[in-house]
């Protein structure tokens, strides 16, 4: 095939999940084989030869002693000879796997490409996935005094509480909210409600962080195919459009950045992606946020844009970011509900975003033909962030 160059847009044509939860039985091979038949067989292209694979995966060799996850997944799905990379971000490995995709495509280098992300964790103990995740920390100035994410969250979330006035169940009805709209995917870990009672009588997991406001241990993957404009019909009538991508990078050591509750590389990200698609925040009509926390649901809302510093807990409270307000978030049920199997988060929320505009998202639709989406995908603890912008086909 002739390698279509130029300055294309970069079209999904298809995509694909597993459910997430504790899946006994099944391997992460096992997983990434399934978003991905799906992936391919929503776009058409099972009989099409693909230029290259992109695995977003954190944790394969420590979790699942398996390396060499993306050439072994090339074998198992008989796409040789196509390129395969493993791409490894932390919780940011899917964002990072859809980037080198996009990257592929718009430069010229692949015209179809496979982009799928997957983690297995939940056979394993908990202390353990506490401790890989853990690993993104800084080795000297957090690590061995004992710091974990759960606690970075606790400490945002009690700074943000003290500096704009808010209670606790201004923060926690970010989880309430999600696990409401996790009832309706079919795919999400959590698929019960919560009420806001119980989420704040819950056990603490990190002062002044209970047990709802902290997404799940899951397993999980999610696919997408991305192919060039100018062919994507070929694949699918409805394609949805990258139109921008950003990345950027932030001061490892939380405690030397200028202001902890402005996440500067979410700001950033968003900005390059923002630039990049030619809209602004308000242009966005459904988005998907990385709530590994509650507090980070409402951090990146203000730090994308959507809402001022410290008003975040006052448009969740209105209802701004509920899935028929005017800025759905997390439609999906987010990590929180949804689930958040590290290397497979970015991707499954391109899929979500997929779904959403092309009016395939069912009980949880958001209403009046969406046309532009935004994700974002946080790495570690917000020092390596990915935000990708999207546009439903004409």
Not at 131 to 154: D, N, Q, R
Not at 182 to 204: D, M, R, S
Not at 216 to 224: F, H, L
């Amino acid at each position: 095939m002739v390698l279509i160059m130029g300055k294309s847009r970069v079209a999904m044509v298809g995509a694909g999940m597993t459910p997430f939860g504790r899946l006994d039985g099944k391997d992460l091979l096992d997983l990434l084989c399934e978003a991905s038949m799906k992936a391919m067989e929503s776009a058409n292209a099972f009989d099409k030869s693909f230029d290259a694979i992109y695995v977003g995966n954190m944790a394969g060799g420590e979790l699942c002693d398996m390396t060499g996850v993306a050439s072994v997944l090339s074998d198992r799905l008989n796409m040789i000879p196509a390129g395969a990379d493993r791409i490894e971000n932390g919780p940011a490995s899917g964002g990072s796997a859809l980037r080198a995709g996009f990257a592929a495509i718009k430069g010229g280098l692949a015209n179809l490409v496979l982009v799928v992300g997957g983690e297995k964790m939940t056979h394993v103990s908990g202390s353990r996935v506490t401790s890989t995740v853990a690993s993104l920390t800084h080795e000297t100035a957090e690590k061995i005094y004992g710091v974990t994410l759960p606690s970075f969250a606790g400490m945002l979330t009690r700074l943000y509480l003290e500096q704009y006035k808010y209670k606790m169940a201004d923060i926690t009805l970010a989880a309430v909210k999600n696990h409401r709209n996790g009832v309706n995917n079919p795919y999400a870990h959590f698929q019960k409600e919560i009420t806001l009672e119980k989420a704040l009588t819950a056990p603490i997991i990190a002062d002044p962080l209970r047990l709802y406001d902290c997404c799940p241990v899951s397993d999980g993957a999610a696919a997408i195919v991305l192919t060039a404009e100018s062919i994507a019909k070929e694949f699918s009538p409805e394609p949805v459009y990258i139109t921008g991508s950003g990345q950027a990078t932030d001061l490892q050591i939380l405690s030397e950045r200028e202001n902890p509750l402005f996440i500067g590389a979410v700001a950033q990200s968003a900005k390059k992606a923002f630039d990049m698609a030619q809209i602004s925040p308000k242009d966005i009509n459904v988005a998907e946020l990385h709530d590994a926390f509650s507090i980070l649901e409402i951090l990146q809302s203000e730090s994308v844009g959507f809402f001022a510093p410290g008003e975040g807990p006052k448009a969740l409270a209105r209802g701004d970011t509920e899935i028929d307000g005017i800025c759905p978030v997390n439609p999906s049920g987010g990590l929180k509900a949804r689930g958040h199997p590290w290397g497979a988060t970015g991707i499954a929320q391109a899929v979500e975003i997929f779904w959403q505009l092309r009016g395939e998202a069912s009980k949880r639709q958001v209403p009046n033909e969406p046309k532009y989406g935004l994700s974002v995908n946080f790495g570690a603890f917000g020092n390596n962030v990915l935000t990708h912008i999207y546009e439903r086909g004409g």
